[in-house]
């Protein structure tokens, strides 16, 4: 089969079949091992501390999530090769929620067989939660505006996450919450607890920032559990011993959970829940909704980078969503798209979705058969694991991202990450907010609202008008200050659209601004604060007796400054900037009572231009012709035998569409010419011309120009230098356009 083409499975080749399988089975296979390291560390921080003596619980938690997640978001993402399973930015907010209900449930005098049952509960919700709220983050296809949140402050939440999981090692390691005051702790410990832990999470540190290789993290881990093993033997403990010291999980049946009972025996699931614990934590379990959230986007974006796959942010969304209310059903613990074992599973050799399913299965038969085997992991490697995830996060937004980001933006991330540090994770959050409304403030109130600027002398509406029409409004293009306008507008910028014109009407001296367009095509929206702005606008230009023009209002935003009484203000409103410009040319040349021929009729148009005998000999080969409002002049397609002179009234040039449908491209009042260049290029018309109001032209048709040329030359030589200056002055006003424009 050619590349590029499709065919049916049974046309693949029987050899590259079994080749994929192997490749699959081979990924899945290596995944299923990291996942199950990753499970054990991430569901031991959970439970340390306070909740250590429940150790044995957080790991069939975690692992619940990796056969549920990894098996979904194996069947439903949009990249074939993506692994799921809990994640360690998530988790260190999740430790922080299970912690604090701990704490709120002592505090209301629970008893143990209530403590733990609400943790689980509340481990489980929160799983519920955030399955729901991503899910319908995907539905909504609201996913790709979680990149609009500034990167530094991205930065410092996730630098904060780094803390957080140090935090947790060395509260699993030592059963006491980070602090100066704690550090002493370390000294106490058996070196055994802590030389493995502090070697894995070094080493893998080191691996994954040089040689930067998919087996670097296992091969370490491997290297970890081996160490252990041998230093044990090296000190003469046995694996009781180890066990007794804290440095082996407890030996128990880890069973899957089922609800309601959460892998607790009956008397215990009958015990009381506090709610009022769980509801008191409830924003934190949004915090870890908000972590997973960005963390999905993020790592999403890079594993399709990474793989050349085509990501669909809203549909792996919905996958993760899928697979949290799926894993909190069950009693498992928040999990989502894995960059580092993604990309595992692809180097490993996968080649499709079945690598997901293989691992997922897999971790499924670890823990329904070998549940003791989580007994065997030494608890130091899980911590090393644990420093290293926080490291890495540490040195990425802490060190790499020092060349990535100005000085103002780079002193946020260890701001955010100084405030969780020091006043917990919701404070954190909070700096986070209110440092994006900073700086959108700041940075966006920075970007001018005001995309171009105009006058009635470098941008014209498409009405094309006589020579001595468009010399007048050249002439006085300083009556008109207009201003194409972009973005979203809020009060900084609005405002700073008054200072502008206050500055203008104080600098215009003897000319004064009669108009004053704002267009809004290019705009986004506005909020209710913009509406004061305008009111002052208003007042200003009555003030200085001139008119305020808006064009192209959006219409929400339309519909704001009608429930605001704003458009009530004598304000000018046109549905595009041509319609408003083709009105304002229209007030500045009538208010002119030196428009040559603007009401002296077509002689005294044409007067400027010719002798009197060549305007007598050229009306006389004029044919007169009326047209009624929609009827045509002439259509595309026909030859192009004359050319016509308006009179009065007015035509425009009309494209067809495929559709039926039909746009004007401009229009041509009294004193233009219209139908010259197919005449002068002998070829057919490109577009329909009709009339747009009762007209009247004159047409000359080729028959009678090529009588006039050999019959009168100097009329004939005349009436061309007319056309030149027509075509010229047509040439002019474009060229004033593209300055303006550019």
Request: aromatic fraction near 6%; proline fraction near 4%; include cysteine.
């Amino acid at each position: 089969m050619k590349p590029g083409t499709t065919g049916s499975v049974s046309e693949v080749p029987p050899s590259s079949r079994i080749a994929g399988l192997l490749g699959d089975l081979t990924g899945g296979a290596v995944s299923t091992l990291v996942m199950l390291c990753y499970a054990m560390s991430l569901g031991t921080m959970i439970f340390s501390a306070d909740l250590a003596r429940y150790a044995v619980l957080g790991v069939p938690t975690a692992l619940v999530s990796c056969v549920v997640t990894a098996l979904v978001i194996a069947l439903t993402s949009s990249m074939r090769l993506n692994i799921g399973g809990p994640d360690s930015n998530a988790t260190a907010f999740l430790a922080g929620v299970a912690a604090g209900v701990a704490s709120s449930v002592r505090a209301d005098g629970g008893s143990p067989q209530t403590l733990l049952l609400t943790v689980l509960i509340a481990i489980a919700l929160c799983s519920i939660v955030t399955g729901i709220v991503l899910y319908a983050i995907g539905s909504s296809k609201r996913s790709r505006s979680l990149q609009f949140l500034p990167y530094p402050v991205v930065g410092g939440f996730l630098a904060g996450t780094g803390y957080l999981l140090l935090a947790g090692a060395f509260r699993v390691l030592t059963g006491e919450p980070l602090h100066w005051r704690t550090l002493a702790v370390l000294t106490h410990l058996h070196w055994l607890a802590w030389t493995p832990a502090l070697l894995v999470g070094a080493l893998s540190t080191l691996l994954t920032r040089t040689w930067k290789h998919a087996a670097a993290l296992p091969l370490v881990l491997a290297f970890g559990i081996a160490l252990f093993y041998l230093l044990l033997h090296a000190a003469g403990l046995s694996i009781d011993d180890a066990r007794g010291m804290g440095l082996l999980l407890p030996r128990a049946a880890l069973h899957l959970p089922r609800l309601p009972e959460l892998h607790l025996p009956a008397p215990l699931a009958q015990a009381n829940i506090d709610w009022r614990a769980i509801g008191a934590h409830f924003p934190e379990t949004l915090v870890v909704t908000s972590a997973s959230a960005i963390t999905i986007l993020m790592n999403s974006t890079a594993i399709g980078a990474a793989t050349g796959e085509d990501v669909d942010l809203n549909r792996e969304m919905r996958a993760a969503g899928l697979a949290n209310v799926a894993s909190g059903l069950l009693g498992g613990m928040v999990g989502y798209q894995s960059f580092n074992r993604s990309m595992l599973n692809a180097r490993a050799g996968a080649t499709s979705r079945v690598a997901g399913v293989f691992a997922s299965l897999a971790c499924l038969t670890v823990l329904a058969v070998s549940p003791d085997l989580a007994a065997l992991f030494p608890v130091p490697v899980l911590v090393g694991l644990q420093v290293f995830m926080g490291l890495r996060l540490l040195m990425e937004w802490l060190v790499s991202a020092y060349a990535k980001l100005n000085w103002y933006e780079y002193l946020l991330v260890p701001l955010i990450l100084g405030v969780i540090a020091g006043y917990g994770v919701i404070a954190g959050v909070a700096a986070g907010v209110v440092t994006a409304c900073v700086m959108f403030t700041l940075l966006y109130g920075r970007v001018s609202c005001i995309r171009m600027e105009f006058d009635a002398g470098t941008r014209t509406s498409t009405v094309e008008r006589s020579i001595e029409e468009t010399q007048q409004l050249h002439r006085l293009g300083a009556q008109v200050c207009g201003m194409c306008l972009q973005g979203f507008l809020f009060f900084g910028t609005a405002n700073s659209i008054l200072q502008r014109m206050r500055v203008r009407f104080a600098a215009c001296g003897s000319a004064p601004v009669r108009f004053v367009v704002l267009d809004f095509a290019s705009t986004h929206g506005m909020d209710a604060s913009v509406s004061i702005s305008f009111v002052k606008l208003r007042q200003l230009c009555a003030t200085m007796d001139a008119d305020l023009v808006l064009t192209a209002l959006p219409p929400r935003s339309r519909d704001l400054l009608m429930k605001t009484g704003t458009l009530k203000l004598r304000i000018h409103e046109f549905e595009t900037l041509d319609a408003g410009l083709e009105w304002v040319e229209e007030q500045v040349l009538a208010s002119n009572a030196r428009a040559p021929g603007r009401d002296g009729g077509f002689a005294a148009t044409l007067a400027p231009h010719f002798t009197a005998p060549a305007l007598e000999a050229l009306s006389a080969r004029l044919e007169v012709r009326d047209l009624e409002a929609g009827q045509p002049l002439f259509l595309r397609g026909e030859p192009g035998d004359a050319l016509y002179l308006v009179e009065r009234g007015r035509v425009a040039i009309s494209l067809p569409l495929g559709d039926g449908r039909s746009v004007r491209l401009r229009s041509f009042g009294p004193g233009t010419v219209v139908g010259e260049m197919a005449v002068y290029t002998q070829q057919r018309r490109s577009a329909d011309v009709l009339a747009e109001a009762p007209t009247r032209v004159r047409r000359l048709s080729l028959q009678a120009l090529c009588a006039l040329e050999q019959e009168d030359p100097m009329t004939a030589q005349q009436f061309h230098r007319f056309l030149v200056k027509v075509i010229a002055s047509r040439l002019a006003v474009a060229d004033e356009a593209l300055r303006a424009a550019y």
